[in-house]
């Protein structure tokens, strides 16, 4: 016998089914995953290593020359997910970005550092009182003038901080219109092998901060699955670049413009550990970040174990 449905009620299963066969679909023809990138290195990374190839979702990359405009383009709604500096991090809470931390990572040795100029008088962090220091305001750069001084028994009122971007910073050193320049690598790189500047001070020196995977509250809602498995993919990729510095400096260069022997320097420094899952030790040190920010009076005081979300743990394959 043939059953005639109410036309409210045959309407209201159609939609169901129409709607189930929606969501049992797979996402990898809906998805795309927004990535912030600051000059390409994450990119390059998993690039060298063969982890962008049969991706279940499609990525789509944004590049940044610093951690900063990154952050506003997630608090527009551009960005998914990037990776950024805790100090970047910092500024961007106080700023009320609706972000959160899912992933981190640490440096071991000297990924940003303090160019002066070669054939200067300034050999010493303490001989910077007086001078004018350039960085990126709210960047690993910022933290490690702050903590350098604080080592050398100065402050921040000590010196006169100009707040630069990385490309004006460079510029203004070359021409003497600052003495100091803290920054990152490759910068860090560029300035030691090709402009001539000397290290006064490098990261590794003083306390540093973490490397933060951060990820806006949308994408945390929507695209869970892809930022897994892409914080997976990243976890891989840098294992592989430890075990294959060459093939990776060579990948870095080619993404990133940089020259071959900036980027053999700034893979043969940069040993990544992307960490599984978020660990007590590395909100800490986000937390101290944030404290010597919070006592100069640049950012509020600011309780950073809030903006962890330690929902991400990853499963090595």
Not at 115 to 124: E, F, S, T
Not at 206 to 229: F, H, Q, S, W
Request: hydrophobic share 50%; glycine share 8%.
């Amino acid at each position: 016998m043939l059953r005639r449905w109410p036309i409210p009620i045959a309407i209201a299963v159609l939609l169901a089914v129409v709607m189930g066969a929606f969501f049992l679909a797979p996402r990898s023809h809906e998805v795309v995953l927004h990535l912030g990138d600051q000059r390409g290195a994450t990119r390059a990374i998993l690039e060298a290593a063969g982890e962008l190839k049969n991706m279940p979702y499609k990525i789509e990359w944004d590049v940044f020359p610093v951690g900063a405009p990154l952050i506003e383009a997630m608090k527009a709604g551009a960005v998914d997910f990037g990776y950024v500096g805790s100090s970047t991090m910092t500024f961007g809470l106080a700023s009320g970005a609706p972000l959160k931390v899912i992933n981190v990572w640490r440096i071991d040795g000297p990924g940003s550092g303090m160019l002066v100029a070669g054939n200067g008088p300034i050999r010493k962090v303490a001989d910077l009182k007086g001078r004018r220091v350039a960085v990126v305001r709210g960047s690993p750069g910022h933290l490690l003038v702050i903590e350098a001084l604080q080592q050398a028994g100065l402050t921040p009122r000590d010196v006169d901080l100009i707040f630069l971007s990385a490309g004006d910073a460079k510029a203004a050193l070359a021409s003497g219109a600052v003495d100091a320049w803290a920054i990152w690598d490759p910068y860090l790189a560029i300035g030691e092998r090709q402009d001539g500047d000397r290290v006064l001070i490098t990261s590794d020196q003083v306390a540093g901060e973490v490397e933060c995977g951060v990820a806006t509250d949308a994408a945390i809602a929507l695209k869970r699955p892809e930022l897994l498995d892409f914080i997976a993919r990243f976890r891989r990729a840098n294992l592989w670049a430890q075990a294959h510095p060459e093939q990776a400096a060579e990948v870095y260069a080619r993404e990133t413009g940089v020259p071959l022997d900036i980027a053999r320097i700034v893979r043969g420094r940069m040993h990544v550990d992307v960490l599984p899952e978020v660990t007590d030790a590395a909100i800490a040190a986000h937390q101290h970040a944030a404290d010597i920010y919070a006592q100069i009076g640049l950012v509020p005081r600011l309780d950073i174990a809030k903006v962890y979300d330690r929902s991400f743990a990853i499963v090595d394959r």
